[in-house]
């Protein structure tokens, strides 16, 4: 043979195997399942590999016309004979379906089936048809993770309500989905809008910086964030953000996709936040802290002006005799008032309490004189409401003129509380000026100085920490190891003054929270790790001003950072007195402090007319028992009961009880008789210093258990 021939013989052989194995090699390779379908004979062949797709060796599917179908999910199986009639009756050019088969280990196997006629009779009847089958299971099974993932964004933008837009460049076409039509208010039943419709909803004072944030995108890929407002065609202004990306394009100059977001709401709220920051919560005046800021511009001005210092007359008696709710009415009603006879230029606040103050520029004293006998009448004619009908209020009032630019502000209200000392010292209900030659020995000035020197003792170690135990009733300390920090002031004579003398004047001349900052940072610096160890856990007490702080908790999460003292050994008192002044506050600080696993008690319970509501409102771990139904509860039934429905309560709101004042054995033994948890008072401890408390925590907590006394 010649090698012609030999080559002719070899080409025939390798047309033979690409025929035959070959194309059998190459479904094999492809996971390609076939199928052959003679419509005369009705059998129906599958390939070995359509057979190990579903899991089944060769032999063990019994090959019939209708195997396919049986294998078919019940769903699918009208499907997928639909295609096939369709397409024997010439309908499609092709069978091409999506089904689901049975595999041997009982799951359903996603296929693709895909076929057609091959052979017609002569007269152009079908009568053979082959296809192959291929394995998508991954493939819908990630087009079903992917419908997932859809479904959670779009509630996500659902919930966030966010709009979806984006703008083709080269098109100059823009697309407003569904949400982003809403929030301008446009009625459209498609999602292509005008390139300009966005444009003419810019606030004028806006137009310009939205513009320019929208055009930023082209220079980068990063996003960019823009907050401006719009005006709805009915007039209405609603503020909105929006976040903007370009995301470039290979076959086009690219888009800018963005999202819009109404943040009307938070915008209000972002201003009634600063409004309230310094504002006053029950009267709408200005708060302590704002009023400071005014009255040191003032007077850094050298511009000479009156500070008045109001302190109301008879107002306890009133909130005794009417309750708070009553009280609250009077200070409003005193406030409107006050407001309503004060010309343009004068400035109000609420100190607090029953104190308001007056800043007055330009003042003499013709118009002091009249000025105050205004508020004066103000305060007496204000609304008390029906339930203090027979009641009336008045008011002291302390006047001092400021002339020197380097007059502090403590100092300058120290002067005007001096002379409010001295109208109520002659009879109240009227006004005194302030004379360094009349009052300088007065209780008010003595006050301003006892506030002064406290500050100067944070700085002279003359402020000292104290501690006083809290017991478990009938059980040794060391079981609760639980103690409350208390302050004492060291006079500069060496005599140490009581908290009942400086916290009241801290309080008075707005330097409580920076007192009660020191204790905390003080008190944690020293004997963080001894709380770590869980040698002992302390509690704070928070006057008004400083649950009123919006920035405590970044000041103790601060402080808790530095020492490593842990948020669990930490706990804090608030009174009645302390939440009634700013509500809000104290319920924002309890909910914080909780988050944090911090301890919240509620002190003094049961000494204010509101004991019981604050309970309710306030989700605490403690109550503490005011120490006046405790010192006389042998032999006051009255006492024994109010302490007896205190703890029931409490205990079934899962609040720990603790009495105060304990003094006497006889108290004692009624209080455990009771089931009053914890007790704290001078039968069970007298206060001293802090660290000899924590110093025998720690040496107690170090001891083996069987000798701790």
């Not at 600080?589 to 007319?609: I, T």
């Amino acid at each position: 043979m010649s090698g012609d021939g030999a080559g002719e013989v070899q080409g025939m052989a390798d047309k033979k195997d690409r025929n035959g194995e070959f194309w059998e090699l190459a479904l094999e390779r492809a996971h390609l399942g076939v199928w052959d379908w003679d419509l005369r004979s009705g059998d129906c062949f599958y390939s070995a590999m359509w057979s190990q797709m579903l899991g089944y060796g060769e032999g063990e599917l019994v090959e019939a016309s209708d195997l396919w179908l049986q294998l078919t999910h019940p769903d699918d199986r009208e499907r997928a004979v639909a295609s096939g009639e369709r397409h024997i009756a010439g309908l499609t050019d092709s069978i091409e379906t999506e089904l689901r088969l049975k595999h041997k280990s009982g799951h359903w196997v996603w296929v693709l089936d895909r076929g057609g006629v091959v052979e017609r009779d002569a007269e152009g009847r079908p009568v053979r048809l082959m296809g192959v089958q291929t394995d998508i299971t991954k493939q819908k099974q990630a087009e079903a993770e992917l419908a997932q993932v859809n479904v959670r964004f779009r509630l996500a933008l659902a919930a966030s309500g966010t709009g979806i837009w984006h703008h083709d460049l080269a098109a100059r076409k823009s697309y407003w989905d569904e949400r982003t039509r809403e929030i301008f208010g446009l009625v459209a039943e498609t999602d292509e809008v005008s390139q300009d419709l966005w444009h003419s909803y810019l606030h004028p004072d806006d137009r310009a910086d939205a513009e320019r944030a929208h055009l930023a995108p082209l220079q980068t890929q990063k996003v960019v964030a823009v907050q401006y407002r719009i005006i709805k065609r009915d007039g209405e202004i609603r503020h909105v953000e929006s976040l903007i990306r370009f995301i470039a394009d290979a076959q086009s100059s690219g888009q800018i996709l963005g999202t819009v977001r109404d943040i009307t709401e938070a915008k209000q709220r972002e201003q009634e936040l600063a409004h309230a920051a310094r504002h006053d919560a029950l009267t709408g005046l200005l708060n302590r802290a704002a009023f400071d800021r005014l009255l040191a511009e003032h007077i850094a001005t050298a511009r000479p002006l009156a500070v008045f210092y109001v302190d109301l007359d008879y107002f306890k008696a009133l909130n005794d005799f009417a309750g708070h709710a009553t009280g609250d009415l009077a200070l409003k009603s005193v406030a409107e008032g006050i407001l309503g006879c004060l010309p343009p230029s004068v400035h109000a606040a609420r100190l607090g309490g029953d104190e308001f103050a007056l800043l007055v520029p330009d003042c003499d004293a013709a118009q002091a004189e009249r000025l105050a006998g205004a508020v004066l009448a103000a305060v007496r004619d204000a609304d008390l409401g029906s339930t203090a009908a027979s009641r009336k209020l008045a008011a002291s009032i302390g006047i001092a003129f400021v002339s020197d630019e380097n007059t502090a502000v403590a100092d300058a209200l120290a002067c005007a509380d001096d002379a409010c000392y001295a109208a109520k010292a002659a009879g109240r209900n009227r006004f005194a000026v302030f004379s360094h030659e009349t009052t300088s020995g007065s209780s008010g000035l003595n006050a301003a100085r006892l506030a002064a020197d406290t500050v100067d003792a944070m700085d002279d170690g003359r402020l000292k920490l104290f501690g006083q135990e809290i017991h478990r009733l009938g059980k040794p300390w060391q079981e609760s190891r639980h103690v409350e920090v208390l302050a004492r002031l060291a006079g500069r004579n060496g005599r140490l003054i009581p908290p009942g003398e400086f916290i009241p004047a801290a309080e008075r001349f707005g330097v409580a929270s920076r007192l009660d900052r020191w204790i905390i940072r003080t008190a944690l610096s020293l004997h963080g790790p001894a709380l770590k160890s869980g040698a002992l856990t302390l509690g704070f007490n928070l006057s008004a001003q400083t649950l009123s702080d919006p920035q405590l908790w970044d000041f103790v999460d601060a402080v808790i950072d530095e020492t490593g003292a842990p948020h669990s050994g930490i706990g804090f008192e608030i009174t009645e007195t302390a939440a009634v002044t700013n509500f809000a506050a104290a319920e924002q600080f309890v909910r914080k402090a909780r988050e944090r696993r911090c301890r919240v008690s509620l002190d003094d319970f049961g000494a204010g007319m509101s004991s019981f509501e604050y309970l309710r409102r306030f989700p605490v771990d403690a109550i503490k028992i005011d120490g006046s139904f405790i010192e006389h509860i042998a032999e006051s039934g009255f006492d024994r009961e109010i302490v007896s429905a205190i703890s029931g309560i409490a205990r079934s709101l899962g609040c720990s009880v603790v009495a105060e004042k304990i003094e006497e054995q006889d108290a004692l033994d009624i209080l455990r008789d009771m089931g009053v948890a914890f007790g704290q008072g001078f039968l069970l401890h007298r206060p001293e210093p802090l660290d000899a408390i924590v110093a025998r925590a720690g040496v107690q907590a170090a001891l083996p258990a069987g000798r701790r006394a």
